[in-house]
């Protein structure tokens, strides 16, 4: 039962991998905790928003944070939905649960002052590893791609003389972003040496290691953990924060919302807004060292008195 409805949010409702396995996580802990891990006792139509709000306090008291409280409840909302759908069930138990108030934090970025100096730092452009792994930064940095977009995208579809890639993003959704001269002259340096290695002429994907075979996610992780560690100040390192860079950096340089939001391959422009509180806090920040009378308090001004 719980198979049949993880099947149906991969394959017919496109949820990202990620997602099925955060949902797949939570619905079975709690019909661990429903059934005392006899899964074959399950009946999800004789459960009531009661058993369901017991099972969440239950997770609280554990120590789940809200976000990951938000999360299970949205898991039970869809599997109920679905088994109203395909089963028969008359209600949805869980639409009555309360959804956990979260505070959205702020993105975390790389200053441009910061990528620059990482991607203007000199390489051998004869060394693969080294053009692969400026490459991967460059890619995300420049065209705002996530890391499954990286490690899934197409040497065939990307078209370095017009700059401009297709990718496969969220929910199947394909979407078109151009790039610049500087990407188009790395990627054709990476092609070049990629062409050395027999083995890689079977694989697809652009990206490729020593031995031909496409990258996975921890080794996309571990160069962009790497390259961004001798560089930048910020706490996380990830392909994630150089995405959220290339957001933060084309807003901050004036480019429209619903355009960054297409190229991020967001559903919805709440997601991308985010990022214009960032801009805002950059912004307040300049005034505050900038303006000459930013700082200045009534109290200070001395002026005639009359």
């Not at 790497?226 to 480019?255: I, W, Y």
Request: charged content about 25%; proline content about 3%; aromatic content about 8%.
């Amino acid at each position: 039962m719980l198979d049949s409805f993880l099947t149906y949010i991969r394959c017919e409702l496109n949820l990202s991998a990620h997602t099925v396995d955060a949902y797949k996580r939570d619905l079975y802990q709690w019909a661990d905790f429903a059934t005392g891990s006899c899964y074959d006792e399950l009946h999800p139509e004789s459960i009531t928003t009661n058993d369901l709000r017991i099972w969440i306090a239950s997770r609280s008291r554990q120590g789940d944070s809200p976000r990951t409280v938000r999360r299970k409840v949205q898991a039970l909302r869809a599997f109920f939905r679905y088994m109203m759908k395909r089963k028969g069930m008359s209600s949805n138990p869980a639409q009555e649960l309360v959804l956990a108030k979260t505070d959205r934090p702020l993105p975390v970025y790389v200053r441009q002052s910061e990528t620059e100096s990482i991607l203007d730092e000199n390489i051998d452009s004869n060394d693969f590893l080294e053009v692969r792994d400026k490459l991967i930064v460059m890619l995300i940095y420049e065209t705002g791609l996530r890391c499954s977009e990286v490690q899934q995208l197409a040497d065939a579809d990307i078209n370095t003389r017009k700059g401009e890639l297709k990718v496969l993003g969220k929910r199947n959704k394909e979407r078109i972003i151009p790039f610049g001269r500087e990407l188009s002259e790395m990627i054709e340096t990476y092609r070049h040496l990629k062409s050395n290695i027999e083995a890689a002429s079977a694989t697809k994907e652009l990206l490729v290691r020593p031995n031909g075979e496409p990258l996975y996610r921890k080794l996309i992780y571990n160069v962009v953990h790497s390259e961004l560690s001798s560089h930048a100040t910020c706490q996380r390192k990830s392909p994630h924060v150089l995405r959220h860079s290339f957001a933060t950096d084309m807003l901050n340089n004036g480019a429209d919302l619903h355009s960054v939001q297409q190229l991020l391959g967001h559903q919805s422009l709440a997601t991308t807004q985010v990022y214009t509180h960032i801009t805002y806090r950059e912004l307040k920040q300049n005034y505050q060292l900038a303006h000459p009378r930013a700082t200045k308090s009534k109290g200070g001004h001395h002026g005639n008195q009359h």
